[in-house]
């Protein structure tokens, strides 16, 4: 390919600048070769000249197309050079807001100097197990990477954490040990993570520094080995450091402080253990106060160091350790302020009353006076004496500086090794990951010895990673077998045997070392001699003697000689050495142990006389030491797989988010990043799979270039377009590009789909213009239709008025002649009907005149007779007193002649008495009112007397007031003239108010009527008002109380909801420890025997009695006032009682079985008496089955009796009854007379056998409880010795049989007074409970009454607790009244158990000997025949199995089952059903010890099968499906109300009869809910790795939505025939719904796991999307939209619409809707807030953030937008978090479906070896 096709016009190619290091420009016109010049013009719109060298022909680099822009590896770029990098990361820096950046196997990593929420939990979770390239760059995917090749290449792997201060480095390496700490678990030791996290704090106070660049510039390099055991888990760490900054501790610059940890002990100095230490503020001290900078921003020193304490207890260096460390912090702090006076020019002095010297002393435990003299003294050896020297201030100075560097290091030195102690494991390491963080390529303006030792570090390292870069891009040629060349890169071997060789710097600077009198000027000079002209990399400058260049690889370094040497020695005076090894300060004695160690070994191998010179000689310089730990560090490096993540500090002021090109390109170029790009352009940068280059490419080909064979189209298509074959490769597998050769494959692509573009514009703007052109022909039609139709329409109209003119003149002339007749009508019938009333009227009078005379006449008649009545009534009555005065008379004289009488007398003084009496009593009583109207009378009279007194003072003012009138008379008549004229005046004002009273009453009258109406009108208006008043208050507070009920149930719904859930995660979690628990047990105990385990069961009766035993406490503290507050609970306390119950417990069983065992013996030794009675036994069971014969046969008669009746007396029926004296009447008669002699005859038959078998079982029940009340004569009852004398009972004469009859009755009513007895105490029993129930019932009425009262005056959260208090009580109440109740049916349930047992064996003792002698008998004489009918088999449901027999079942039914085939031949549940009807059997026998082992061997072997299986959905699913079954039967057989409802009448017979369950129900349901979380584990292992691939990268139609270029780090994509598409995904949704309906799930259960299938999706895609920059475009958001419709259809299929799966898929539909909706302007932006409720900001405003064009089309979302939806948004409350919680399930609730098998059904089949289990 030509230049002069890629510089054509509009091409656009970068141009160097001095401020911006790169500019954009476009080419005006075309380029042609020979051109001298380029024709450009700039962004903004300058156009300039760019001059082409012709012998070179260096055109500008060109520009990549903008769809390359931001791309996540820079390698993905079609234009590999400078700019393109440059502006690539700028673009995702300032744009983005992204700092991570992939350039080939390096990640490079731009400082924000802003915290970013891209480091949480959940980014972890999102990154652990994914591909590198599937993900967006990050730190995490780097940790990911490098632990998934350790895991899967088990080789060691290395993260080399590179760049200059301030760009980042140790936040890498944190985030990248805090990822290994989180995807990996300890193994063997606890907190191995936490401790290996802890050390960075202490690491960082101890290590780092504010300097100019950086705010926590790490002063040292670090190597930290994290290793791992086997499984891959942390089991501890190890670190390495390199080049400590000691001159720290002594100098800093202007701004710049010293060590961390010195600020953080001066900021803590307050506390009360370092006021020992004597500290201040830290601008007290010489050492901490030279940089006049001693805050930082938002750092808080007391704050940190607490940090710093509390990471050194974690890793368990002891408090004692901690302060000695503090104490000697202190003491450099204190030796810095030391002041040494100056007395001549090589003589100093130090005072030993110096107060910091003093306190430096009292802390290091050394005496004062001898530190004080050698800090000004020298001692000098020579071979025969020694010399005691003074020194000048300048080398005291220096060697006080010296000596506080020397103890900084040393105690660093310590406090790496005891971190390395603290994190060394005893476990053996598998592998390790190894963590480098060491300083990048430094050059300062004065570079000296340490900046050398950097640099040198750097170029090691550079070469390495050029030697691996080099090294994977030859594999990959290798692998994908073609032809390559050797790429030629810069090689910095000869710059490092510059530095490290023989004669090199280094050598001859530790040879000037050694000599006597070396000095920096002498290295100086040797140098230039030596090196100058030998190597080109090292150079001199040319105005200075005293400084040296060397090439490095980024760049040329200038450092000056001055210190040198003396930095290398690192000398420290002896005797101060000395000094402090005398110190009784034990701590640091410990520092200079490695000293005096190393000093004894020298003294050992050298003479005495030459010890110290031999010691000095073997001393290795800082060089030395440095240049070895940097050959262990690389032969490390090289043994391991390394990880590159290059830090890139964007500006030097520390802004956020700002980009200063100039120094980002130095760093580039220092850290290696464009000479891998160069690396990279050399050979193939450009890699393609076929699939993808097909898929990407495909509109380039034709219909007939498309072959079935992907490679040969892809070669067909490509040597079509590229005619230079060196321009690509033919690989394995991929396609390899040259550099730029994709840019053009991007333009052919654009132009093809431009001109597609402006074919389809010209297609359909021809369909517009001629569907305008229709439209416009259609409307001329449509014109033309109307007019003419308007036309029509006026002369219809015309018409029809005509008509109707004629037919309106026609009426009306109709209608005046007819008014006409109807006047001359209607007059006429006026005349007659005046005459004809005229003629009624005279009739009337006539007959009103006749009818009058009649009345008269007949009142006058009245009266007369009614005066002849009265008289003859008057004359009666005269005649009646005369007769009856004549009869007084004389009954008069007979009265006065008796009352002359004595008797008379008597008679009238009795009834005197009785007058005189009640006269007497009157008399009394008229005392009384006369006493009490006394009383009021001088009341009255006081009165009176009162008033008279007020009447004389009243007579008095009047007779003053009549004087006064008498005064007054005179004026009288002047008045009275006055008077009269008034009155005059009155009488007229009077009319004239009369008059207006009138027209005001008239009025008044009116207004008051008016009033009264608008009264009636307001008040029926206001009684509207009151009631529509009356029915808005109450609608208002009955959609308040709705309001309140539904925000009170969704409360309680969510709180419900949270709660379960937190149990479930609870319960999940106790499980897992259980389980791992239970791991740990077994490996313990692998070696020994197995022990017994307690099971699960063990554990759910021990929650079950910390339940009951909290709830006796509460119960007790509610019990008390209401006003004490209730004390909380010790659960230690707590435990302790549980155990000391359950040891009762264990105590209570065990003597239960003692005194079981005893009555067992007991019975034994009955037996014998019992053996003694089976003759009478055996003749009671003939007898009795005589009976049951003739009660039969009775049965059969009373039945044929009745229908007898009922057909002789049914009228209804087709034939009638026979009539009276008829032959069938006559034969029926008979029937019925036999009929009745035969019952007669069986009735005194079965009261004899009664009365004789009362008799027996009286002898039998004769020392049982029943028969104590009963007493028999025994002796007069004759025995029958044999049975065969049983015959003889027929034979018995009268007498005989009555008597025996009569006995019978006897004994008969005995034992019914007996059971009337106890009817009657068990009836007063049941009365007794009753009433107090009752009383209980009324009590807790009230205190419920009591309860609500209180509560209706509480606020709602205190109404709660109450509420909540009071049930918790009740409940407890409950539990300790049924724990009593237990308790004695427990005892009920024994006694019963062992009548029960003894009855038993009763019976079969019975039994055996009845069978002999029915045997022997129908052998010897022949029996009366029986006929016994035998009855179907009826099964009770129930499953017969020896003890023992447990671990069989579970085994056959558990462990070895296949699911598969049971869940397709069988009917669901059955092995639920199987271990139900056994624990049937097991209630059926009253054997709790069966139960219980049969519940918890079940219990301990579905757990097993579920943790050996757990990983398969099938096995899964069947034993969650088993187990909500026999959960759900042991509900629905308990007997309780709740549950019996839906049971039939058979199915109520077979609920549990002696023990109740509903703990173990509580445990199956834990189980279950363990089971559930197993599956949904099961179900996202198995869904994880589908997900992304068919929601996300599958392209339903291939070729359309096309996929961008990418780089080096390829998402790791399938063949086409593997691909995983949606419809893959839905099959295995489908699968998993089959498998769980073949199983018999409840349909609510499945429903909740779909909702959490389709959760997991959600959350798992949603995740990617938002870490997948490629996978934000239009073009996917239609893929995820037409996926997501998949999904709801299938729900639809299957009738689960109604699941709430459609809503868990809700952010992700609006994620996808957001993808693809107008981002522009802010009525935009206001339509995302209303559309995105289910997203959080922080998701939107990442996938705007992450939009990227895939077709040029396409527009970027401008940084301004994002903004405004920011401010937008910035109101919501919502969780500020980026990703959605994939580890998140729902809670589950376990529904209760009854089941409608009937138990007695169920058949077990053969398959199961079940054959030791009978049906019962």
Same mark, same amino acid.
């Given at each position: 390919?030509?230049?002069?096709?890629?510089?054509?016009?509009?091409?656009?190619?970068?141009?160097?600048?001095?401020?911006?290091?790169?500019?954009?420009?476009?080419?005006?016109?075309?380029?042609?070769?020979?051109?001298?010049?380029?024709?450009?013009?700039?962004?903004?719109?300058?156009?300039?000249?760019?001059?082409?060298?012709?012998?070179?022909?260096?055109?500008?680099?060109?520009?990549?197309?903008?769809?390359?822009?931001?791309?996540?590896?820079?390698?993905?770029?079609?234009?590999?050079?400078?700019?393109?990098?440059?502006?690539?990361?700028?673009?995702?820096?300032?744009?983005?807001?992204?700092?991570?950046?992939?350039?080939?196997?390096?990640?490079?990593?731009?400082?924000?100097?802003?915290?970013?929420?891209?480091?949480?939990?959940?980014?972890?979770?999102?990154?652990?197990?994914?591909?590198?390239?599937?993900?967006?760059?990050?730190?995490?995917?780097?940790?990911?990477?490098?632990?998934?090749?350790?895991?899967?290449?088990?080789?060691?792997?290395?993260?080399?954490?590179?760049?200059?201060?301030?760009?980042?480095?140790?936040?890498?390496?944190?985030?990248?040990?805090?990822?290994?700490?989180?995807?990996?678990?300890?193994?063997?030791?606890?907190?191995?993570?936490?401790?290996?996290?802890?050390?960075?704090?202490?690491?960082?106070?101890?290590?780092?520094?504010?300097?100019?660049?950086?705010?926590?510039?790490?002063?040292?390099?670090?190597?930290?080995?994290?290793?791992?055991?086997?499984?891959?888990?942390?089991?501890?760490?190890?670190?390495?450091?390199?080049?400590?900054?000691?001159?720290?501790?002594?100098?800093?610059?202007?701004?710049?402080?010293?060590?961390?940890?010195?600020?953080?002990?001066?900021?803590?100095?307050?506390?009360?253990?370092?006021?020992?230490?004597?500290?201040?503020?830290?601008?007290?001290?010489?050492?901490?106060?030279?940089?006049?900078?001693?805050?930082?921003?938002?750092?808080?020193?007391?704050?940190?160091?607490?940090?710093?304490?509390?990471?050194?207890?974690?890793?368990?260096?002891?408090?004692?350790?901690?302060?000695?460390?503090?104490?000697?912090?202190?003491?450099?702090?204190?030796?810095?302020?030391?002041?040494?006076?100056?007395?001549?020019?090589?003589?100093?002095?130090?005072?030993?009353?110096?107060?910091?010297?003093?306190?430096?002393?009292?802390?290091?435990?050394?005496?004062?006076?001898?530190?004080?003299?050698?800090?000004?003294?020298?001692?000098?050896?020579?071979?025969?004496?020694?010399?005691?020297?003074?020194?000048?201030?300048?080398?005291?100075?220096?060697?006080?500086?010296?000596?506080?560097?020397?103890?900084?290091?040393?105690?660093?030195?310590?406090?790496?090794?005891?971190?390395?102690?603290?994190?060394?494991?005893?476990?053996?390491?598998?592998?390790?990951?190894?963590?480098?963080?060491?300083?990048?390529?430094?050059?300062?303006?004065?570079?000296?010895?340490?900046?050398?030792?950097?640099?040198?570090?750097?170029?090691?390292?550079?070469?390495?990673?050029?030697?691996?870069?080099?090294?994977?891009?030859?594999?990959?040629?290798?692998?994908?077998?073609?032809?390559?060349?050797?790429?030629?890169?810069?090689?910095?071997?000869?710059?490092?045997?510059?530095?490290?060789?023989?004669?090199?710097?280094?050598?001859?600077?530790?040879?000037?070392?050694?000599?006597?009198?070396?000095?920096?000027?002498?290295?100086?000079?040797?140098?230039?001699?030596?090196?100058?002209?030998?190597?080109?990399?090292?150079?001199?400058?040319?105005?200075?003697?005293?400084?040296?260049?060397?090439?490095?690889?980024?760049?040329?370094?200038?450092?000056?000689?001055?210190?040198?040497?003396?930095?290398?020695?690192?000398?420290?005076?002896?005797?101060?050495?000395?000094?402090?090894?005398?110190?009784?300060?034990?701590?640091?004695?410990?520092?200079?142990?490695?000293?005096?160690?190393?000093?004894?070994?020298?003294?050992?191998?050298?003479?005495?006389?030459?010890?110290?010179?031999?010691?000095?000689?073997?001393?290795?310089?800082?060089?030395?030491?440095?240049?070895?730990?940097?050959?262990?560090?690389?032969?490390?490096?090289?043994?391991?797989?390394?990880?590159?993540?290059?830090?890139?500090?964007?500006?030097?002021?520390?802004?956020?988010?700002?980009?200063?090109?100039?120094?980002?390109?130095?760093?580039?170029?220092?850290?290696?990043?464009?000479?891998?790009?160069?690396?990279?352009?050399?050979?193939?940068?450009?890699?393609?799979?076929?699939?993808?280059?097909?898929?990407?490419?495909?509109?380039?080909?034709?219909?007939?270039?498309?072959?079935?064979?992907?490679?040969?189209?892809?070669?067909?298509?490509?040597?079509?377009?590229?005619?230079?074959?060196?321009?690509?490769?033919?690989?394995?597998?991929?396609?390899?590009?040259?550099?730029?050769?994709?840019?053009?494959?991007?333009?052919?692509?654009?132009?093809?789909?431009?001109?597609?573009?402006?074919?389809?514009?010209?297609?359909?703007?021809?369909?517009?213009?001629?569907?305008?052109?229709?439209?416009?022909?259609?409307?001329?039609?449509?014109?033309?239709?109307?007019?003419?139709?308007?036309?029509?329409?006026?002369?219809?109209?015309?018409?029809?008025?005509?008509?109707?003119?004629?037919?309106?003149?026609?009426?009306?002339?109709?209608?005046?002649?007819?008014?006409?007749?109807?006047?001359?009508?209607?007059?006429?019938?006026?005349?007659?009907?005046?005459?004809?009333?005229?003629?009624?009227?005279?009739?009337?009078?006539?007959?009103?005149?006749?009818?009058?005379?009649?009345?008269?006449?007949?009142?006058?008649?009245?009266?007369?007779?009614?005066?002849?009545?009265?008289?003859?009534?008057?004359?009666?009555?005269?005649?009646?007193?005369?007769?009856?005065?004549?009869?007084?008379?004389?009954?008069?004289?007979?009265?006065?002649?008796?009352?002359?009488?004595?008797?008379?007398?008597?008679?009238?003084?009795?009834?005197?008495?009785?007058?005189?009496?009640?006269?007497?009593?009157?008399?009394?009583?008229?005392?009384?009112?006369?006493?009490?109207?006394?009383?009021?009378?001088?009341?009255?009279?006081?009165?009176?007397?009162?008033?008279?007194?007020?009447?004389?003072?009243?007579?008095?003012?009047?007779?003053?007031?009549?004087?006064?009138?008498?005064?007054?008379?005179?004026?009288?008549?002047?008045?009275?003239?006055?008077?009269?004229?008034?009155?005059?005046?009155?009488?007229?004002?009077?009319?004239?108010?009369?008059?207006?009273?009138?027209?005001?009453?008239?009025?008044?009258?009116?207004?008051?009527?008016?009033?009264?109406?608008?009264?009636?009108?307001?008040?029926?208006?206001?009684?509207?008002?009151?009631?529509?008043?009356?029915?808005?208050?109450?609608?208002?507070?009955?959609?308040?109380?709705?309001?309140?009920?539904?925000?009170?149930?969704?409360?309680?719904?969510?709180?419900?909801?949270?709660?379960?859930?937190?149990?479930?995660?609870?319960?999940?979690?106790?499980?897992?420890?259980?389980?791992?628990?239970?791991?740990?047990?077994?490996?313990?105990?692998?070696?020994?025997?197995?022990?017994?385990?307690?099971?699960?069961?063990?554990?759910?009766?021990?929650?079950?009695?910390?339940?009951?035993?909290?709830?006796?406490?509460?119960?007790?503290?509610?019990?008390?006032?209401?006003?004490?507050?209730?004390?909380?609970?010790?659960?230690?306390?707590?435990?302790?009682?549980?155990?000391?119950?359950?040891?009762?417990?264990?105590?209570?069983?065990?003597?239960?079985?003692?005194?079981?065992?005893?009555?067992?013996?007991?019975?034994?030794?009955?037996?014998?008496?019992?053996?003694?009675?089976?003759?009478?036994?055996?003749?009671?069971?003939?007898?009795?089955?005589?009976?049951?014969?003739?009660?039969?046969?009775?049965?059969?008669?009373?039945?044929?009796?009745?229908?007898?009746?009922?057909?002789?007396?049914?009228?209804?029926?087709?034939?009638?009854?026979?009539?009276?004296?008829?032959?069938?009447?006559?034969?029926?008669?008979?029937?019925?007379?036999?009929?009745?002699?035969?019952?007669?005859?069986?009735?005194?038959?079965?009261?004899?056998?009664?009365?004789?078998?009362?008799?027996?079982?009286?002898?039998?029940?004769?020392?049982?409880?029943?028969?104590?009340?009963?007493?028999?004569?025994?002796?007069?009852?004759?025995?029958?010795?044999?049975?065969?004398?049983?015959?003889?009972?027929?034979?018995? $004469? /009268?007498?005989? =049989? !009555?008597?025996?009859?009569? +006995?019978?009755?006897?004994? #008969?009513? *005995?034992? &019914?007074?007996? %059971?009337?007895?106890?009817?009657?105490?068990?009836?007063?029993?049941?009365?007794?409970?009753?009433?107090?129930?009752?009383?209980?019932?009324?009590?807790?009425?009230?205190?419920?009454?009591?309860?609500?009262?209180?509560?209706?005056?509480?606020?709602?959260?205190?109404?709660?607790?109450?509420?909540?208090?009071?049930?918790?009580?009740?409940?407890? $109440? /409950?539990?300790? =009244? !049924?724990?009593?109740?237990? +308790?004695?049916?427990?005892? #009920?349930? *024994?006694? &019963?158990?062992? %009548?029960?047992?003894?009855?038993?064996?009763?019976?079969?003792?019975?039994?055996?000997?009845?069978?002999?002698?029915?045997?022997?008998?129908?052998?010897?004489?022949?029996?009366?025949?029986?006929?016994?009918?035998?009855?179907?088999?009826?099964?009770?449901?129930?499953?017969?199995?020896?003890?023992?027999?447990?671990?069989?079942?579970?085994?056959?039914?558990?462990?070895?089952?296949?699911?598969?085939?049971?869940?397709?031949?069988?009917?669901?549940?059955?092995?639920?059903?199987?271990?139900?009807?056994?624990?049937?059997?097991?209630?059926?026998?009253?054997?709790?010890?069966?139960?219980?082992?049969?519940?918890?061997?079940?219990?301990?072997?579905?757990?097993?099968?579920?943790?050996?299986?757990?990983?398969?959905?099938?096995?899964?699913?069947?034993?969650?499906?088993?187990?909500?079954?026999?959960?759900?039967?042991?509900?629905?057989?308990?007997?309780?109300?709740?549950?019996?409802?839906?049971?039939?009448?058979?199915?109520?017979?077979?609920?549990?009869?002696?023990?109740?369950?509903?703990?173990?129900?509580?445990?199956?349901?834990?189980?279950?809910?363990?089971?559930?979380?197993?599956?949904?584990?099961?179900?996202?292992?198995?869904?994880?790795?589908?997900?992304?691939?068919?929601?996300?990268?599958?392209?339903?139609?291939?070729?359309?939505?096309?996929?961008?270029?990418?780089?080096?780090?390829?998402?790791?994509?399938?063949?086409?025939?593997?691909?995983?598409?949606?419809?893959?995904?839905?099959?295995?949704?489908?699968?998993?719904?089959?498998?769980?309906?073949?199983?018999?799930?409840?349909?609510?259960?499945?429903?909740?796991?779909?909702?959490?299938?389709?959760?997991?999706?959600?959350?798992?895609?949603?995740?990617?999307?938002?870490?997948?920059?490629?996978?934000?475009?239009?073009?996917?958001?239609?893929?995820?939209?037409?996926?997501?419709?998949?999904?709801?259809?299938?729900?639809?299929?299957?009738?689960?619409?109604?699941?709430?799966?459609?809503?868990?898929?809700?952010?992700?539909?609006?994620?996808?809707?957001?993808?693809?909706?107008?981002?522009?302007?802010?009525?935009?932006?206001?339509?995302?807030?209303?559309?995105?409720?289910?997203?959080?900001?922080?998701?939107?405003?990442?996938?705007?953030?992450?939009?990227?064009?895939?077709?040029?089309?396409?527009?970027?979302?401008?940084?301004?937008?994002?903004?405004?939806?920011?401010?937008?948004?910035?109101?919501?409350?919502?969780?500020?978090?980026?990703?959605?919680?994939?580890?998140?399930?729902?809670?589950?609730?376990?529904?209760?479906?009854?089941?409608?098998?009937?138990?007695?059904?169920?058949?077990?089949?053969?398959?199961?070896?079940?054959?030791?289990?009978?049906?019962?």
């Amino acid at each position: 390919m030509a230049a002069c096709e890629l510089y054509a016009k509009h091409a656009r190619v970068w141009l160097p600048d001095a401020a911006e290091v790169w500019k954009s420009a476009e080419l005006i016109k075309d380029y042609t070769p020979g051109d001298q010049t380029l024709a450009l013009q700039l962004e903004d719109g300058t156009e300039v000249k760019y001059k082409i060298d012709p012998k070179t022909n260096n055109l500008p680099p060109l520009r990549n197309p903008n769809i390359l822009v931001g791309e996540n590896d820079l390698t993905a770029l079609s234009y590999l050079h400078e700019p393109a990098v440059l502006h690539n990361i700028k673009v995702r820096f300032i744009d983005s807001k992204t700092i991570y950046t992939y350039c080939g196997i390096v990640l490079v990593a731009i400082n924000p100097y802003e915290s970013l929420p891209i480091y949480e939990a959940d980014i972890i979770n999102a990154y652990s197990g994914q591909n590198m390239g599937d993900m967006d760059p990050h730190i995490f995917a780097v940790a990911e990477e490098a632990y998934k090749q350790m895991a899967r290449d088990e080789r060691n792997q290395s993260i080399i954490v590179s760049g200059e201060s301030g760009a980042g480095k140790t936040v890498s390496a944190k985030y990248a040990m805090r990822y290994f700490a989180t995807v990996s678990c300890s193994s063997g030791e606890a907190n191995v993570e936490e401790r290996v996290l802890a050390s960075s704090p202490i690491m960082e106070a101890l290590g780092n520094a504010k300097t100019t660049r950086n705010d926590n510039s790490s002063r040292f390099g670090k190597y930290i080995e994290i290793g791992f055991d086997k499984k891959h888990c942390i089991i501890g760490a190890n670190m390495r450091t390199y080049l400590l900054e000691k001159s720290r501790v002594v100098f800093q610059a202007h701004g710049e402080r010293n060590y961390h940890i010195f600020y953080q002990l001066c900021a803590s100095s307050h506390l009360p253990e370092f006021k020992a230490f004597k500290l201040g503020c830290a601008d007290d001290f010489h050492c901490t106060n030279q940089g006049h900078s001693p805050v930082i921003d938002r750092v808080d020193d007391a704050k940190e160091m607490h940090n710093t304490r509390k990471a050194f207890s974690l890793l368990g260096i002891s408090e004692s350790d901690q302060m000695a460390i503090y104490q000697i912090l202190a003491a450099i702090l204190h030796l810095s302020n030391v002041e040494v006076k100056d007395q001549s020019a090589d003589k100093s002095s130090v005072s030993p009353d110096n107060v910091h010297l003093m306190v430096f002393c009292e802390l290091m435990g050394v005496p004062g006076e001898e530190m004080a003299h050698w800090l000004c003294h020298l001692k000098l050896k020579t071979t025969t004496e020694t010399y005691v020297k003074s020194i000048s201030k300048m080398n005291a100075v220096n060697g006080r500086d010296a000596l506080a560097k020397h103890i900084y290091a040393r105690l660093f030195s310590w406090i790496v090794g005891s971190i390395n102690n603290a994190l060394k494991s005893a476990v053996k390491q598998h592998s390790f990951i190894g963590v480098l963080d060491i300083y990048g390529f430094e050059t300062f303006d004065v570079n000296s010895f340490e900046q050398f030792c950097i640099n040198y570090a750097n170029e090691k390292l550079q070469q390495q990673f050029n030697l691996h870069v080099f090294k994977l891009e030859q594999e990959e040629y290798m692998k994908e077998q073609i032809p390559w060349t050797l790429i030629d890169f810069y090689d910095n071997q000869p710059c490092i045997n510059l530095i490290e060789a023989k004669l090199g710097v280094l050598d001859l600077l530790d040879e000037e070392c050694k000599m006597p009198k070396g000095s920096d000027d002498t290295w100086a000079q040797k140098m230039y001699n030596t090196l100058l002209k030998q190597n080109a990399h090292f150079d001199k400058p040319r105005l200075s003697n005293k400084a040296f260049i060397i090439h490095h690889f980024a760049d040329k370094v200038e450092y000056q000689c001055v210190g040198f040497l003396e930095k290398n020695k690192d000398t420290v005076n002896e005797e101060q050495i000395n000094v402090l090894k005398k110190s009784k300060f034990d701590f640091l004695l410990k520092l200079f142990e490695d000293d005096e160690k190393a000093a004894s070994s020298t003294n050992k191998q050298t003479n005495t006389g030459r010890s110290g010179q031999t010691q000095r000689e073997n001393k290795k310089t800082v060089g030395l030491q440095f240049r070895q730990s940097l050959h262990l560090l690389m032969d490390t490096l090289n043994a391991t797989t390394p990880h590159y993540v290059r830090c890139i500090k964007p500006n030097d002021h520390k802004a956020s988010f700002t980009l200063d090109p100039v120094r980002a390109v130095q760093q580039l170029r220092a850290c290696g990043i464009l000479e891998t790009i160069r690396i990279s352009a050399a050979g193939f940068p450009s890699r393609w799979t076929y699939q993808e280059f097909f898929s990407r490419y495909r509109v380039l080909m034709k219909q007939k270039d498309v072959l079935p064979d992907r490679k040969q189209t892809c070669r067909n298509l490509l040597e079509k377009l590229i005619k230079d074959q060196d321009k690509y490769q033919f690989g394995k597998n991929k396609i390899f590009f040259r550099a730029g050769q994709v840019a053009y494959l991007e333009k052919l692509r654009s132009d093809m789909l431009r001109m597609a573009c402006v074919r389809i514009q010209k297609t359909i703007r021809c369909w517009l213009a001629r569907k305008k052109y229709l439209r416009m022909k259609e409307s001329a039609i449509t014109i033309q239709r109307h007019v003419r139709g308007h036309q029509a329409r006026c002369y219809v109209k015309f018409l029809r008025s005509t008509r109707a003119a004629v037919v309106i003149q026609r009426n009306v002339r109709m209608w005046v002649t007819r008014r006409r007749y109807q006047k001359q009508r209607s007059a006429a019938i006026t005349v007659q009907c005046f005459l004809r009333a005229y003629m009624a009227r005279k009739q009337y009078y006539k007959f009103m005149y006749e009818q009058k005379a009649v009345i008269i006449q007949k009142w006058v008649k009245g009266w007369l007779a009614r005066q002849h009545y009265k008289r003859a009534l008057a004359d009666i009555v005269l005649l009646q007193s005369c007769v009856r005065r004549m009869m007084a008379k004389k009954e008069l004289k007979k009265l006065k002649m008796e009352a002359r009488s004595v008797e008379h007398f008597k008679k009238l003084n009795i009834g005197m008495e009785n007058k005189i009496l009640q006269l007497q009593h009157k008399i009394n009583e008229q005392h009384k009112e006369n006493r009490e109207l006394s009383e009021k009378l001088n009341v009255v009279g006081k009165t009176q007397a009162v008033e008279r007194e007020r009447h004389s003072r009243d007579i008095e003012n009047l007779r003053r007031s009549e004087q006064e009138a008498k005064v007054k008379a005179e004026t009288v008549p002047s008045l009275l003239e006055q008077l009269s004229f008034l009155q005059k005046e009155l009488e007229n004002i009077r009319r004239e108010k009369e008059a207006v009273e009138d027209r005001a009453k008239v009025y008044v009258e009116e207004t008051q009527q008016v009033v009264a109406e608008l009264n009636m009108k307001n008040s029926s208006l206001n009684n509207e008002k009151d009631e529509l008043n009356k029915l808005i208050v109450e609608q208002a507070q009955q959609l308040k109380e709705t309001k309140t009920n539904m925000e009170n149930t969704k409360q309680m719904e969510k709180d419900l909801t949270e709660e379960r859930s937190r149990y479930q995660s609870l319960l999940s979690e106790h499980l897992h420890l259980e389980e791992r628990h239970r791991d740990l047990k077994e490996e313990m105990n692998t070696p020994s025997k197995p022990s017994h385990k307690r099971t699960d069961s063990s554990y759910s009766s021990n929650s079950s009695e910390f339940s009951q035993s909290l709830g006796s406490t509460d119960g007790e503290d509610n019990s008390q006032t209401e006003d004490e507050t209730q004390p909380t609970v010790d659960l230690p306390v707590l435990l302790k009682f549980q155990r000391r119950v359950k040891e009762l417990e264990q105590e209570k069983q065990s003597l239960w079985q003692q005194l079981d065992n005893r009555e067992e013996a007991q019975q034994e030794k009955a037996k014998e008496a019992e053996k003694q009675r089976t003759v009478g036994r055996a003749e009671l069971d003939l007898e009795t089955l005589k009976r049951q014969e003739l009660e039969s046969e009775n049965k059969k008669l009373k039945q044929d009796l009745n229908e007898l009746r009922k057909s002789l007396t049914n009228e209804n029926s087709a034939s009638m009854p026979p009539a009276p004296g008829s032959l069938p009447y006559n034969i029926l008669v008979d029937q019925l007379s036999s009929s009745n002699e035969e019952l007669d005859m069986r009735k005194e038959e079965v009261l004899l056998l009664r009365s004789h078998m009362v008799r027996q079982e009286a002898l039998k029940h004769k020392d049982s409880a029943l028969g104590e009340g009963v007493k028999i004569d025994l002796s007069e009852i004759p025995s029958f010795q044999d049975v065969n004398r049983s015959t003889a009972i027929h034979t018995l $004469n /009268e007498d005989g =049989e !009555l008597w025996l009859a009569y +006995e019978g009755l006897k004994e #008969t009513n *005995r034992l &019914l007074e007996c %059971q009337m007895q106890e009817q009657e105490c068990l009836h007063n029993e049941k009365n007794k409970k009753l009433l107090q129930e009752v009383n209980k019932l009324k009590e807790e009425k009230e205190q419920q009454q009591k309860l609500l009262a209180q509560s209706l005056n509480l606020p709602e959260g205190a109404r709660i607790e109450a509420i909540l208090k009071h049930e918790i009580t009740r409940l407890t $109440n /409950e539990n300790l =009244e !049924l724990l009593e109740q237990q +308790e004695k049916q427990d005892k #009920t349930i *024994r006694k &019963l158990k062992k %009548q029960l047992k003894v009855y038993m064996k009763k019976v079969e003792d019975f039994e055996a000997s009845a069978q002999q002698k029915n045997n022997s008998s129908m052998m010897n004489t022949p029996v009366r025949a029986v006929n016994i009918t035998r009855k179907e088999k009826e099964y009770q449901g129930m499953l017969e199995y020896r003890e023992g027999d447990e671990s069989r079942l579970l085994k056959n039914l558990v462990i070895d089952l296949k699911a598969r085939g049971v869940a397709v031949s069988l009917i669901p549940g059955l092995p639920a059903y199987i271990i139900f009807m056994c624990l049937r059997y097991a209630d059926h026998v009253n054997d709790d010890q069966r139960v219980s082992s049969l519940l918890n061997s079940t219990i301990s072997s579905i757990k097993g099968v579920i943790k050996r299986r757990g990983d398969d959905f099938e096995v899964v699913s069947f034993w969650l499906s088993n187990t909500c079954r026999l959960l759900n039967c042991l509900k629905q057989y308990s007997g309780d109300e709740v549950f019996i409802t839906h049971n039939t009448a058979k199915q109520n017979e077979h609920c549990l009869t002696n023990f109740e369950l509903s703990e173990y129900q509580q445990v199956l349901g834990d189980l279950s809910i363990q089971i559930y979380r197993q599956l949904i584990k099961c179900m996202e292992d198995i869904l994880q790795s589908m997900i992304v691939a068919s929601m996300l990268e599958h392209e339903a139609i291939q070729g359309v939505l096309g996929s961008k270029p990418t780089g080096l780090r390829k998402r790791s994509s399938s063949s086409p025939e593997e691909a995983v598409t949606v419809e893959v995904l839905l099959q295995r949704l489908g699968l998993f719904h089959a498998t769980m309906s073949q199983h018999g799930m409840d349909s609510d259960l499945i429903k909740q796991v779909v909702k959490q299938q389709f959760y997991i999706i959600c959350a798992v895609t949603l995740n990617n999307l938002l870490l997948r920059k490629d996978m934000c475009s239009w073009s996917k958001g239609l893929q995820i939209r037409y996926n997501v419709w998949q999904l709801e259809e299938w729900l639809t299929e299957r009738e689960l619409a109604d699941c709430g799966a459609k809503e868990t898929l809700e952010p992700l539909v609006q994620a996808a809707q957001l993808l693809q909706i107008k981002k522009k302007t802010e009525s935009d932006a206001q339509a995302i807030c209303n559309m995105c409720t289910a997203l959080t900001t922080a998701q939107i405003v990442k996938v705007l953030t992450l939009y990227t064009p895939v077709i040029e089309f396409e527009e970027r979302v401008t940084t301004s937008f994002i903004e405004t939806i920011k401010n937008l948004l910035k109101d919501r409350d919502e969780s500020s978090t980026l990703m959605m919680d994939t580890k998140k399930i729902f809670s589950v609730t376990l529904p209760f479906s009854p089941s409608s098998v009937a138990l007695e059904t169920i058949q077990i089949p053969a398959s199961f070896n079940l054959g030791f289990l009978t049906r019962i």
